[in-house]
Structure formats: structure tokens, C-alpha cells
């Protein structure tokens, strides 16, 4: 349920509120928008919940919220959070991209990746130190040795760091280093890893597993909500699908299908959407046309040499152009990029 206090409600009768929830055995959930204040109850249904709320002073409605997402839901909050971290923000009018190796494989790799991100305009870094790979066999990330790599190239940059973190063992080891907690598809339902970042004070960027619905998508995006951390950014990564002209499909239309349902920033990723490096461009432009508030792109100095998804990634060069491109759809929007 919503609890929706009247324009200019006191303080006093705001906390009248969460103490009335709290009593019910319900958890509150204060937002605070522009003009009113809303006070989210979370929890199974209690009988007689709704009347009792509707009769406490500053009161103007209950209204129950239909999405099975509360938190994360457009009924709760109608405007958009923004996520902002060093330079980088995504959402409310501004564009935030991401950009770097799929891996960090070496000092060089990283830092020259970095200084080309830089230097076309982004404010995210991103690679991977832990991997998760489809084959064991496959190179599994350089580990703490490419997060120290990360943050070297942060201090030489000034760019956010966005890295990969598969286990909630990882937290306090990934957070020494990163600026943003990226959780990969393949953990989208990893719940204890959902709640270990809920509990984090740093971003989360949270990826659609390639088989999960939106519902699905949103819920887990809940779990870190209900946790306690409110700066999550939703990824549409490409879903599994009969098609094998691409990698993935890139379901473009859940950009404003999540715009609809949710004020949390979605980010489009290109480079796994598609799998092929010719694809990338034309999508990434297509995802900031569709209303994507970020992009998280694969860029190497040297892709046929890449140790990970060097098919997909841009070079310096084609990066660049990119930018320049998704910048003329950003300013026909009237989009900062
Ligand atoms: C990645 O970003 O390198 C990655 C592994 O992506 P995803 O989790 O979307 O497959
Ligand atoms: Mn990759």
C-alpha cells in the first residue's frame, strides 16, 4: 500500500505514519517527491491495514500498489532516480556511458583503455577482474591484481570504476576498488549475492539475466532495493532467443517498457546484445533513441587479441565514432551525452 500524505503534511504526522505501519508488522518506505510525500507499507496484506491508515491525521489516501515490485515500482516514486557517482550519472536528461575491455588483461591494456574513454567524452571504465565464463577453461579475470589495475586507471583518469562481482564473498574485496557493483546475468537471481550488494553504499548495476522476464527482471532489482540500497541501474543485456544471426536479441522495446513501470535508470549494453562488433554502433544509437539513460560498451586496443569477447568489442576508433553518432540522436532528444 501507499499512504499518500496531503501537500505540506508535517513532520510529526509523517512519523504518525511509519509508527502506524511499523505497529502493523510492516516495513515503511519514505519518498519524499517534489510536492508529496508518499510513505510506502511493505509486506503481506493485513486486514483492516487501509482503514486504519486512512484515519490517521495528514492522511489523504491509501491506495494499494498492483505491481509485485513495490520499491522498485512507478507507483511508489513517478520521478526518476538518478544514479551519480564521480562523473559519472545516469538518468534525469543525462546519458552516462561505460566503457572498457570486457577483461582487464594487463596494466597497459587498461590504462590506454582508459585514457580513450576519457577522452571521448565517458565517465565509466569498465572491465571485468573476475569472469564468469561460459567454459572453465576459458581465462577467468585477473582477479585482485586487475581491480588494483582498475583503480589505478581510476586515479589516472578520474573515471568511475564499474566491475563485475560474482559472489557475495566478493563485496568487501570488490569495494576496496570499484565505484559500481556490476552484477552479470548469469547471477541476476543469485539472491544472497542481491542482498549482499543491497547491503553495499555503493552503486549497482544490475543486468537482465537472458532468460528472465521483466517481472522477473524488476524483482530482483527489489531485493536490492528492499535491502537497503536505492542506487540501482537496470541493464537490457539481450535475452536468449532462436535467433543466431546475434550473440543475444536485444529487446530494444523494454526501454520504455521499463520507463512505464519503474523510475530506476536503464542502461543498454550493445556489445553483449548483439555479440558482433559491426552491430554495435547502430544499436547503441537505436538504445539512446528508445530513451536509455546510460551505455555500457566493450572497447580493446586490439580486439583480434582480446582474452575475452574481442568479436564484440570496439576498437579506439570505432568508439569514438559511436559517441560522436549517439550524440547527434542525444541532442536531437535533448539528451546530455
Ligand atoms: C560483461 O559485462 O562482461 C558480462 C559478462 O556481461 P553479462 O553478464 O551481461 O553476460
Ligand atoms: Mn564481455
Known amino acids: 500500500m501507499i499512504v499518500v500524505m496531503k501537500e505540506g503534511a508535517a513532520k510529526w504526522q509523517i512519523d504518525g505514519v511509519i509508527e502506524h505501519i511499523e505497529q502493523l508488522g510492516l516495513r515503511s518506505h519514505v ?3 517534489t510536492e508529496l510525500t508518499v510513505v510506502a507499507a ?19 489516501k491509501v491506495v494499494p500498489i498492483l505491481a509485485p515490485y513495490k520499491m522498485a515500482s512507478t507507483e511508489v516514486k513517478k520521478e526518476p532516480t538518478v544514479v551519480e557517482t564521480r562523473g559519472l550519472r545516469v538518468g534525469g536528461g543525462q546519458i552516462g556511458v561505460i566503457a572498457g575491455p570486457c577483461s582487464v588483461e594487463s596494466r597497459q591494456q587498461i590504462l590506454e583503455v582508459a585514457h580513450v ?3 571521448a567524452g565517458a565517465a565509466g571504465l569498465r572491465g571485468g577482474a573476475f569472469k564468469p565464463r561460459t567454459s572453465p577453461y576459458s581465462f577467468q579475470g585477473m582477479k585482485e591484481k586487475g581491480l588494483e589495475l582498475l583503480a589505478e586507471a581510476r586515479d589516472a583518469t578520474g573515471l568511475a570504476v564499474v566491475t563485475e562481482i560474482m559472489a557475495k564473498e566478493q563485496v568487501e574485496l570488490v ?9 552479470g546475468a548469469r547471477n541476476m537471481q543469485n539472491y544472497p549475492l542481491l542482498e549482499a550488494v543491497g547491503e553495499s553504499t555503493l552503486p549497482v548495476l544490475l543486468k537482465r539475466g ?10 530482483a532489482a527489489e531485493y536490492i532495493l528492499k535491502t ?12 536468449r532467443t532462436f535467433e543466431d544471426h546475434t550473440r543475444f536479441t536485444l529487446p530494444l522495446a523494454s526501454v520504455p517498457y521499463l520507463h512505464q513501470h519503474t523510475h530506476l535508470p536503464i542502461v543498454v549494453d550493445p556489445s553483449h546484445g548483439t555479440g558482433k562488433v559491426s552491430l554495435v554502433t547502430a544499436m547503441a544509437r537505436a538504445a539512446v533513441a528508445a530513451g536509455a539513460d546510460g551505455l555500457i560498451v566493450e572497447i580493446h ?3 583480434d587479441k582480446a582474452l575475452s569477447d574481442g568479436y564484440q568489442s570496439l576498437t579506439p576508433e570505432g568508439f569514438r565514432s559511436m559517441m560522436a553518432e549517439c550524440r547527434k540522436i542525444a541532442r536531437a532528444l535533448e539528451m546530455q551525452m
Open 117 to 119: 574513454v576519457k577522452e
Open 42 to 60: 511493505l509486506g503481506e496484506k493485513r486486514d483492516g491495514a487501509k482503514q486504519a491508515l486512512e484515519t490517521l491525521e495528514g492522511v489523504d
Open 210 to 219: 537472458p532468460s528472465a522476464t521483466m517481472e522477473e527482471f524488476l524483482l
Open 31 to 33: 519518498i519524499e517527491g
Open 228 to 239: 537497503g540500497n536505492s542506487r540501482v541501474m537496470l541493464c537490457e543485456r539481450g535475452i
Open 301 to 303: 586496443p586490439n580486439p
Open 175 to 183: 569495494s576496496k576498488y570499484a565505484d559500481v557493483l556490476q552484477v
